[in-house]
Every structure is written in structure tokens, then in C-alpha cells.
DNA sequence: TAATGGCTGCACCTTTGGTACAGTCATTCC
DNA sequence: GGAATGACTGTACCAAAGGTGCAGCCATTA
């Protein structure tokens, strides 16, 4: 029987993976051999296919976390702004600058680029692969639509407004800066287009 | 000796590269077998060996496709806009326009995320495949710069502009959007995207 | 006629991503 | 205390992909 507290549990998958998403940040993931992975963790190939039927699998593993990280970010920061701000406007406002922030002060670690990584090999992988990637570009876009239509209504905007497109700005934005930051070496390039995409919103509705 | 009329000169080596780019486009470059073009150009593999060194070079020769093509784009757009518009801000909007309008139109075939491709893998690739990304990225960069400086002088803006953020937005906006537009398979997402973003611009300075 | 460009053909090598399966060792369940 | 199970190890073997090395061949050109 398997339950909880089961002390044959190891950590091994977990290093794994901690290892995986490490080396495909760093050198995507078809630079990231197996070899190199079980040798970083200290198991055998064997090992290694006991936990993934195969290398998609990992993959898969590696979205599924994004997943978790990706909306663990989001709401942190949408709680936090609504924790301050009651606005819909302002709280936005408040919440990109956050953002921001954020990506200052992680700017090689976000996971945000594991799903370009994926995207453009995608026919590689498996059919899931692609479904997560979808969900987790949703999430962003089903976030940032709620609030935009909060903010439209009590600020109507003198010009029609793309919500749709508004909505999927930031994380268009986030996908775009990783790969010039990554390219220019400039971790700040994100960052500023956020806080530029702020100005927008600022804009837009005053 | 040999000249440019060299009558021994086939068009093989570029129909290799035809093959892979699209190949690279639809499937990524790591997912492109040099077997699968060989097949496809119908040549053997020592008749690859023969065009390209390794992998890498052929890597190296797309990219180089990829900045004649950019340039080119770029500059037909400006070009145009300066031939119809004087004002730089107007100027500005119909290339932003126009720009929008070649993305609805060949959504699929634009090479941007070539760049993003090699991006993510560039560690394994030579230090050549990145200095031709960043001089990629540059070429938008400096467009734009001078562009929006000219708007910044004839409509200075009331509050400050982070101007080299907006320089680099078009950019960071179409490799973003390249992204979304494949993981939803929504052609439309990137066009949007340059839309708002030329809406920024008007709101920007006025 | 000799040289050259643009290949072909063949042999062989390494790395990577597996497959298959038997054995081992510690923990846990009964 | 013995059986079952989880988490591996070890060994052997396989195909695909990215090469390397070299001899030869054929059409064009100097």
C-alpha cells in the first residue's frame, strides 16, 4: 500500500528535475542529455527511466511545474495588489509595477521561456505538451481579461479597446523580453517593457 | 579561377537552405535532420558535407538569410511610409500599420522566430549564431530609435518616454506574438499586438 | 588535355535516446 | 519473521543522428 508517509519515498525525481529545468533554461532542452543528467544527480540510466518512460515525459514533468509556478506568480501578485488597492485601474497599476520588480530581481530564472523552448519544437513532442503550453498561456489571458473589463467599466475609454489583445500583452511582452534580454544580455530589457506596457494602460484609460 | 559566371555553379546549396529553413520554421532546427534534407533535396550526405561543414554552418547560413530578409522588411516598410507621410509620428503610425497588415499576410512564413529558435539553444551553436542575433535585434533597434526621436522632438511627450524600451517593443512584441500566435495557432494575435502597441505610440504623443 | 567543381559511394565512428530484463537492497505490511 | 514492494543497479543491446575520411566520377572550363 502506498500512503503519504511512505519512507521509501526518495527525492530523486524531484533532483531530477530540479537539474532538467536548471540545464533546458540554460541550454534548452535539447541540449540537456540524459547522460549529463544522471551523472549530475548520481543514478543510473536505468534510474532515470524508472521515473520517465522517456525524455518527453520529463518534459512534460518540467511544463507541469511551470504550471504551478506560472499561476503562483500571477495570483502573488494580483493578491497582493488587491490586498492594497480596491481600484481595478490602480490595482493594475500597482500590480504591474510589481511585476516588474520581480522580473528585476529574477530575470535568468523565469520559466516563462520553457514554454518557447517547447513551442518551437513542439511537433517533437507529445500532443500534451502543446495542451499545457495553451493552459498556461490562458491563465495569463483569462487573469488580465477579468481585470481589464473591471477597469473598463468604471473607466470607459474615450477609444475602443483591444481587451483580447491587451490581455495576452503581458505575456507577449514576457515571452518577447526573455528572448532580447537573453539575446542582448541585458536583464532590464523585461522589465522596462512592462513598465512601458504600464504607461499604456495608464493611458488607455484617463 | 572562379567567377561570377561560373557555368559549373548549381543551385543546390540554396535549395538546401530552402528546405531547411522551412523546415526549421515548421518543425525547429533541432527537430531538422540532415538526412531528411538530403532526401528532400534528393543529394547524398558527402554532397551536404560538401556545402556545409557541420550542422552549425548551415545554422550560421540561415541566420544570414534571416538579417538580408530583415533589413529588408524594415527598410520597405519606412521607405514606403516616408514616401506617403512626412510627419514622423504619422509616419511612425502607417508603418506600424502597414507592418501589422504584412504579418496578417504571412503569418506562418515570418522568419523572426528563427531567432528565438537559435536563441534557446544558442549554447550550442557558435559564438557567430549569437553575434548575428544581436545584430539581428540591433538593426530594429536603431530603425526605430531615430524614429522616435524625431517624434520626440517635433511632439515632445508630457511625461517622460523610455525611448529605448519603445525602440526595442516592436521587436520584443513580434517575437512574443510569434510565440503566442503558434502555441494558440492564432495568426491574428501578433497583428493585434503591433496595433496596440501603435495605439501606445499615438496616446504616447498627443 | 588537364584541372577543377560538384558531387557519389562506401566504410566507419560517437553520442544520444532508448529497450529489455534480471538482480539487489532497504523498508514496510501482515 | 517472511513476503511484498519501491527504488533503484548492471549488463547488453539497438537505431537514429551527426559526423569523418577518402577514393572515384563526370561535366565544364582554362
Chains 1, 2 share one sequence.
Request: hydrophobic share 45%.
Amino acid at each position: 500500500m502506498l500512503h503519504a508517509a511512505d519512507r521509501r519515498r526518495t527525492d530523486t525525481r524531484e533532483r531530477i528535475l530540479e537539474l532538467a529545468e536548471a540545464s533546458t533554461l540554460a541550454k534548452g532542452f535539447g541540449g540537456t542529455s540524459i547522460d549529463e543528467l544522471i551523472a549530475g544527480v548520481g543514478i543510473t540510466k536505468s534510474g532515470f527511466f524508472y521515473h520517465f518512460r522517456d525524455k518527453t515525459e520529463l518534459a512534460e514533468a518540467l511544463m507541469d511545474r511551470y504550471l504551478v509556478h506560472n499561476r503562483k506568480v500571477i495570483s502573488d501578485i494580483f493578491d497582493r495588489a488587491d490586498e492594497l488597492i480596491e481600484d481595478p485601474l490602480h490595482g493594475m497599476l500597482a500590480a504591474l509595477k510589481m511585476f516588474a520588480e520581480t522580473l528585476s530581481n529574477i530575470p535568468e530564472a523565469h520559466p516563462g521561456c520553457l514554454a518557447a523552448t517547447f513551442c518551437y519544437q513542439d511537433q517533437l513532442f507529445s500532443a500534451r505538451i502543446r495542451e499545457m503550453n495553451i493552459e498556461g498561456m490562458l491563465d495569463w489571458r483569462t487573469s488580465f481579461r477579468r481585470r481589464f473589463e473591471a477597469i473598463v467599466e468604471r473607466y470607459p475609454p474615450k477609444r475602443e479597446v483591444d481587451l483580447d489583445a491587451m490581455a495576452d500583452s503581458v505575456i507577449t511582452l514576457v515571452e518577447g523580453g526573455l528572448i532580447l534580454g537573453r539575446v542582448h544580455q541585458d536583464p532590464s530589457i523585461l522589465p522596462r517593457q512592462i513598465m512601458l506596457f504600464r504607461d499604456f494602460v495608464r493611458l488607455s484609460f484617463s
